[in-house]
């Protein structure tokens, strides 16, 4: 059973940056794509951001282009989104996702989820 542990939520101000975590437990990710989602209030959730096996092939949204960076460490189990320069409408509830289809991360029905990590934005 695989379970997806996300961490570095919180509240910060416009202009800030923050740096969310995604580890994995009972499984080893090194096989696995994986993406953060997010779901801002009374939105659905939408893909952000999504890395490839090796972290050679990556992928963000354009909201997030020029502000956010998607990296991995297969030895440490974990996944990263780096936020710099947030804006009050980054603000949502995200999520990671780990799947062994790139295809299934990108189109949102990754097998595994994690629980989400709230992040707020202040204007």
């Known amino acids: 059973q695989v379970q997806l542990l996300e961490s570095g939520g919180g509240l910060v101000q416009a202009g800030g940056s923050l740096r969310l975590s995604c580890t994995a437990s009972?499984?080893?990710?090194?096989?696995?794509?994986m993406g953060w989602f997010r779901q801002a209030p009374g939105k659905e959730r939408a893909l952000g951001a999504a890395?490839?096996?090796?972290?050679?092939?990556?992928y963000l949204a354009d909201s997030m282009k020029g502000r956010f960076t998607i990296s991995r460490d297969n030895a440490k189990n974990t996944m990263y989104l780096q936020m710099n320069s947030l804006k009050p409408e980054d603000t949502a509830v995200y999520y990671c996702?780990?799947?062994?289809?790139?295809?299934?991360?990108?189109?949102?029905?990754?097998?595994?989820w994690g629980q989400g990590t709230q992040v707020t934005v202040s204007s």
């Open positions: 890395i490839s096996q090796t972290g050679r092939r990556t």
């Open positions: 996702a780990l799947d062994q289809s790139f295809s299934r991360i990108l189109s949102g029905r990754a097998e595994y």
């Open positions: 009972g499984r080893t990710i090194s096989t696995y794509d």
